[in-house]
């Protein structure tokens, strides 16, 4: 099977491609990283689980698995963490779970949507809270496609597909 990172921005309809990617599928598991309301609903024969523990909740699925989103996942993990100032264990943290992303994301035999937003898309943060999220958001967003056999970006509530796209060299 195969991981799928989808990219957009606010409201653009990045949400609803994710989803679309695995409509086919009668049973899914949708991650939620965010706390409290807003959450959409899920379609009939969706599992919904409100979690950070992406790595687990994957390996614990038994049915396809939309991560809904890294953006929120982070900031829930600074947050939870206590890590808005300190960078550098927020950086290996970060890290660590996202080499466990990968390799969860990688060894289940379905597949996975992981849904983010572009932070380059945007104006640049004032914030430096907002700032230092951009940037780890942005590692986290590379890392993920790094091990994704397909990636989406979505622009202008188009789906534009990467896979093929060569990866900017570091």
């Not at 849904?115 to 958001?137: G, H, I, K, N, Q």
């Amino acid at each position: 099977m195969t991981t799928t990172l989808v990219i957009g921005g606010p409201r653009n309809g990045a949400a609803r491609h994710a989803r679309s990617l695995l409509s086919a599928h009668p049973q899914v598991t949708h991650l939620v990283t965010h706390d409290g309301p807003g959450t959409e609903e899920s379609p009939d024969g969706w599992r919904l689980v409100q979690t950070r523990e992406l790595s687990r909740s994957i390996l614990g699925s038994r049915h396809p698995v939309l991560v809904d989103d890294l953006t929120d996942w982070l900031r829930g993990t600074l947050d939870g963490e206590d890590l808005w100032d300190d960078p550098a264990s927020a950086r290996g943290l970060v890290q660590d779970r996202l080499d466990e992303l990968a390799v969860a994301a990688s060894a289940v035999p379905f597949d996975v949507v992981v849904l983010t937003t572009e932070p380059s898309w945007s104006l640049p943060p004032a914030d430096p809270r907002d700032a230092f999220l951009v940037d780890l958001l942005a590692h986290a967003n590379e890392r993920v496609s790094t091990v994704s056999g397909q990636v989406h970006a979505i622009v202008a509530g188009r789906v534009l597909d990467l896979t093929d796209a060569p990866a900017v060299g570091r």
